[in-house]
């Protein structure tokens, strides 16, 4: 049964119980990982030090470091979540990580959710970003990312995730879901500055190119 089964006939799909039994199931399947963090000195030393932080993925990742990032609830960072069915479960199990859904993506209402990420970055320093989501194609950067960057003074850091034994879905992205009790790498890369003045599209394909290798 898909969430978008559910959203169109099911109560408990409405209710706030289904989505706290998805909260529980997904932490309960992260709590069974054993998690290796690379790099997260380098970030950390910059948010700590009052710069903006932008972290970024692939869609085909971020799904295992859930768990990881539940750690940094306190902080309330922002991550923009498409308005689709599956965007509603993704944007409840973000509130119950204490994330700040911003909902909207290229598809719907990406220019209204990228003036809120922005504001959200300037305000809370740091956030989140899937960028080849929702919907690919995967390893594609959009556009979108180096103007979020630039208008809220952002450092991109990238965040990769390697897994010891894992299943990859038959999904536009192979979406990668870690076996339970595997052993998993989250590793954080150097960070990356859009800069002003310069050609975006080739800083975005620069940004591309240092990202896809980690691609499965």
Not at 4 to 30: D, P, W
Not at 77 to 88: F, K
Not at 194 to 213: D, N
Request: charged content about 25%.
């Amino acid at each position: 049964m898909t969430v978008r089964t559910l959203k169109k006939g099911s109560r408990l799909a409405r209710s706030g119980l289904f989505f706290s039994l998805a909260y529980h199931l997904i932490m309960a399947y992260c709590g069974t990982l054993r998690t290796r963090v690379e790099g997260e000195k380098n970030w950390l030393a910059l948010y700590r030090n009052g710069q903006r932080v932008l972290l970024c993925a692939w869609h085909q990742q971020f799904f295992p470091t859930l768990g990881y990032f539940r750690r940094f609830r306190h902080c309330g960072p922002a991550i923009m979540i498409s308005r689709s069915a599956d965007g509603d479960l993704a944007a409840e199990i973000a509130v119950k990580a204490g994330w700040q859904p911003v909902r909207g993506s290229s598809s719907k209402g990406g220019f209204q959710a990228l003036r809120e990420m922005i504001v959200c970055l300037r305000k809370l320093r740091l956030a989140g970003h899937i960028l080849d989501g929702p919907q690919g194609p995967a390893g594609r950067i959009k556009p979108g990312i180096a103007l979020l960057a630039l208008a809220a003074d952002a450092a991109v850091v990238p965040v990769y995730l390697t897994a010891e034994r894992a299943w990859q879905l038959n999904s536009w992205d192979r979406f990668l879901l870690p076996k339970p009790f595997s052993r998993i790498t989250i590793r954080f890369g150097r960070p990356f500055y859009f800069k002003r003045g310069g050609a975006l599209e080739l800083q975005r394909k620069k940004l591309e190119t240092r990202m896809r290798p980690a691609l499965k």
